[in-house]
């Protein structure tokens, strides 16, 4: 094995130190010895935002973000698009490896098993307002499913655990089509278990009087494909989230609450719904170059555009693209699109996002397609968290099975007072305490 040592010259003391590089990576906790006296803490690491710092190690995902290659368990984006259906994929990316044909019947039975909700967790829904948001009903309710699976809490227990599996990913498309038929008062559907995990869920949405539901293939295979490109996306913002908080032991339902609460900030899966507002804001094709302009001025961001990872085109945003096509011809072209695609081509000729390496992200064209499909915006960052408790409930596990893990709980730069004695309340100036002094 190569000797693989980072020497450290230490110039407030000459001290040398040689640090063992683990994976092309720096221990955080190695540097804690490099002291400038015996008294000394020790060095740390300071990363807000975490951007250069590996919280974890990881066998889910796989992103080259420089050239554009998203891989689930060793499998290109791609061809899991082309060739699996939604509830393989989730398999995979849950267990390691792609089903065989006695295993995937085994796991749509027991998903299918589980998509119902209690009554009781249906008149919770009933509760909200008819105009609350429904990613606002979603976290709310996944969380509620707490109360009812109490045992979730012993977090410890693969079979636990994996039962939590199956409810979160059965019910999810059940309570994600309730939010959505509470906000229009329509009464609530049925999960129809002969149905597909996508054909059910648009059963859920879309049936209205007749006995039996028949979803429209195309619409259910490009749903089907979106919830594919959506299952898991490594460390974002909510799968940290997600982590964090099931480091602590608490149970899935409400890590997966927060990992959603997470989710639905418009920098990460409300983006979707923000691409829909921005085209409307914009109106027409000719209006882009003035809109692109406002933004180089400062003027708020391109939503759908630009990414932590990708300094490329998000593979994931070129099989939207596709996935697109299928949608239109079933349901007639969004007129929004041709605005997108111009938002598109006049940002991607122009020096300000060239230089920034700003590329469309996977949420610039997925609203296009829930809107031409019959969706309200609003729901659109619910249609996004569907699939993705799958991303999450394996990084979540991952995490639990992970000897290296502990309770997450970064450190800080403390910036705030030395100590100072309490003055009593009628001696206190004001303007001192305001100013700080
Ligand atoms: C995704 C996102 C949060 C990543 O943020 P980040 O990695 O912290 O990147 P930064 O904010 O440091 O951006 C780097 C530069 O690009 C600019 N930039 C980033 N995204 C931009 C966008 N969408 N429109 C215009 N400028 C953008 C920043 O202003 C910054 O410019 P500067 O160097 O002149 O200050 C950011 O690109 C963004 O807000 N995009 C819009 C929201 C979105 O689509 N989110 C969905 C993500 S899947």
Not at 26 to 47: E, W
Not at 207 to 223: G, T
Not at 321 to 337: H, I, M, S, Y
């Amino acid at each position: 094995m190569k000797n693989e040592l980072l020497g450290i010259l230490d110039k407030r003391t000459e001290a040398y130190y040689e640090i063992p590089l683990y994976k092309d990576a720096v221990r955080a906790m190695d540097l804690r010895q490099i002291k400038a006296g015996s008294a000394d803490f020790g060095v740390m690491s300071y990363d807000p935002a975490f951007l250069n710092t590996a919280s974890c190690q990881s066998a889910i995902t796989f992103i080259d973000g420089d050239n554009g290659i998203l891989r689930y368990r060793g499998y290109p984006i791609e061809q899991l698009a082309e060739k699996c259906n939604f509830l393989e994929v989730a398999y995979l990316i849950l267990f390691g490896e792609l089903p065989n044909q006695t295993e995937l019947n085994d796991w749509v039975a027991q998903i299918t098993h589980h998509t119902m909700i209690h009554e009781k967790t249906k008149k919770f829904l009933e509760g909200f307002s008819h105009d609350a948001h429904p990613m606002g009903m979603f976290i709310s309710t996944l969380a509620a499913l707490s109360t009812i699976y109490p045992e979730s809490r012993n977090v410890h227990d693969p079979e636990v655990r994996r039962l939590q599996m199956y409810r979160l990913i059965g019910k999810v498309p059940t309570i994600a089509a309730y939010t959505y038929r509470h906000s229009l008062g329509y009464p609530y559907v049925y999960p129809d278990n002969e149905l597909s995990y996508t054909e059910n869920f648009m059963n859920m949405l879309w049936r209205m009087v007749e006995p039996k539901y028949h979803a429209n293939a195309a619409l259910a295979r490009a749903l089907d494909v979106l919830f594919i490109l959506h299952a898991d996306h490594e460390q974002n913002c909510s799968a940290n989230v997600m982590r964090a908080v099931g480091s602590s032991q608490a149970d899935p339902f409400v890590c997966t609450a927060a990992a959603a609460a997470a989710l639905s900030g418009p920098l990460h899966g409300g983006a979707n719904e923000e691409v829909l507002k921005m085209l409307d804001e914009i109106g027409s094709k000719d209006r882009v170059p003035a809109y692109i302009e406002r933004i180089k001025a400062g003027h708020g961001k391109l939503m759908g555009f630009g990414h932590r990872i990708y300094k490329n085109y998000d593979p994931r945003a070129r099989i939207i693209k596709w996935a697109a096509d299928q949608v239109f011809e079933a349901t007639g072209r969004n007129p929004k699109l041709d605005i997108a695609l111009e938002l598109e081509r006049v940002a991607l000729e122009d020096e300000y996002f060239i230089k920034r390496k700003l590329y469309p992200n996977v949420d610039f064209y997925s609203g296009i397609i829930y809107q031409a499909m019959g969706f309200k915006p609003e729901m659109f960052t619910v249609l996004f968290a569907i699939p993705r408790i799958v991303g999450w409930l394996a990084q979540w596990q991952e995490m639990l099975d992970d000897p290296d893990q502990k309770i997450a709980r970064p450190r800080q730069i403390y910036t705030g007072h030395d100590v100072r004695e309490v003055v009593p309340i009628e001696k206190r100036d004001l303007s001192a305490a305001l100013s700080g002094v």
